[in-house]
Structures are given as C-alpha cells and as structure tokens.
C-alpha cells in the first residue's frame, strides 16, 4: 500500500481531499430517486398512452381529460399501494432472515463461525490475521448476525416508516409525471395536443434518464435516450389501439 493511501488523515492537511469526497464526488442516496423514477415514469407513460388512445379514438378534448384525469389518481393510489406493500414486503422479509440467523448461530455456531471464515477467506485474509477476524466478529452476537445479513444475504436493515415514505414518493411522482402530458388538451387542439404531448413527454423522459446516469452510473446521454424510446414505443401502442378502434363521427 503506497504511503499517500496508508498514511493517518489529518483535517486540515487533507482539506482538499475532504472537499472531494463531501462535495466533488459525494456518495449518492438514490433510494428516494428510484421512487421518483418509478412513480413519475410509470405515471407519465401510462396515461401518456391513455389519452393519446382516446384522442385518436374519439378526437374529443373532454373525453381525453376525463380519461386522463381519472387514470391519474387511480395509477397514483395504485402506485403508492404498490410501493408500499413492497417496502413492507422487504422488511418483513429482513426481519424473518434477521430471526432465522440468531437461531443459527445460537444452535449451530461452528458452522456459522465456520462461514465467517469463508466469507473472510475469499477476501484475501488468510493467516492469523484471518483468526483474528473471525475471533473479533464472532465475540459479539449482534456484528455476527449483521455481518452475515449483509455479507452472505446482501440484505441490509430496514424500517417500516421507509414503506409510508416510498408510498409518498411514488404517489406524488405518479401524479405529477401523469400530469405532463395532459397539459396540452387543457389548452390546444386534440390533433395539435397529440404531438406536443409527445414532445414535452419524451423531452422529460429524456432529461430523467439523463439525471439518473449523472446520479447513479452510465453514459447520461444513452441512458437518457432509452428512457424516452421505451416510454414514447410504449406510449404509441397506446395510440395504435385507439386509432384502430376509432370512434365513428357523430356516433
């Protein structure tokens, strides 16, 4: 290990190295952001796909809103639901992981301390080095069971509180990606609305999948580009099952 890495930190001296890891390149929280995707994209696509296929079915301003209106805020509550469900889901099953290793390692330690060594071993530790380890974790029962949730589960804590919030999250992203492309009916032509919906939808769709590359990891111009090609393909079909089961004029 080179002398600049192993070296003690010292605030002052590495003040510059301390900007960079707070601010430059800060670590990202992205639970809260994959429930603003999901709500805001699965809401925006949706009814992005409802109301371009009663536009074309019916050609009718009032129907188009009516339907949009409606599938907002029941794909809102559906998607809030969902989110929340799910999240209650992930802790239930933590929790009962969570039990199931207390018992193991209260019944069965040597083997449990023998998966502790494994875990270690394929870390590169070997030696008495790797005794120590395992004698250190494996002398308190609570970093035992949480070193072998994380390690050999993958599976971290969670808390029921986190459910309500993602539920939030997605209830409000699912309205207000509903929402983008009912905006042009309230104000143009249904023919000329279809296309600035369009527009307006694949330009977001665009912009979060750009955000999400620069947040998390890929290319955002790439990432940006699926988004908006998945949502707006997605979208059409929509579009194609209202022109094919179009309305007659004056029906």
Not at 90 to 105: I, M
Not at 129 to 143: G, N, R, S, W
Not at 181 to 202: D, G, K, M, Q, Y
Not at 208 to 219: D, E, M, N
Request: aromatic share 8%; no cysteine.
């Amino acid at each position: 290990m080179s002398s600049e890495i192993s070296k003690e930190y010292h605030p002052h001296r590495d003040r510059d190295q301390l900007i960079y890891h707070r601010h430059t390149d800060a670590h990202r929280y992205t639970s809260w952001l994959a429930d603003v995707i999901l709500g805001g994209q699965d809401g925006l696509v949706n009814v992005l796909g409802i109301v371009l296929g009663v536009a074309a079915a019916t050609q009718d301003a009032r129907i188009v809103l009516v339907a949009g209106l409606a599938a907002t805020f029941a794909e809102s509550v559906s998607m809030a639901a969902v989110a929340y469900t799910s999240s209650l889901a992930e802790t239930a099953h933590y929790e009962s992981e969570l039990e199931r290793e207390y018992r193991h390692v209260r019944m069965v330690p040597a083997v449990e301390k023998n998966e502790i060594r494994e875990i270690y071993h394929q870390k590169g530790f070997e030696g008495e080095l790797l005794d120590q380890i395992v004698d250190k974790i494996t002398a308190d029962e609570d970093i035992w069971v949480g070193v072998m949730m994380s390690e050999e589960h993958q599976l971290n804590p969670t808390d029921r509180r986190d459910a309500l919030r993602s539920a939030i999250v997605v209830g409000i992203a699912a309205v207000v990606g509903s929402l983008i492309p009912l905006v042009p009916f309230f104000f143009l032509p249904v023919v000329t609305s279809i296309w600035v919906s369009l527009v307006i939808a694949a330009l977001t769709l665009f912009v979060v999948g750009v955000y999400k590359a620069r947040t998390t990891v890929g290319s955002p111009g790439k990432s940006g580009l699926e988004m908006a090609v998945i949502g707006i393909v997605s979208a059409l079909v929509g579009y194609l099952v209202g022109w094919l089961l179009k309305v007659p004029a004056g029906s």
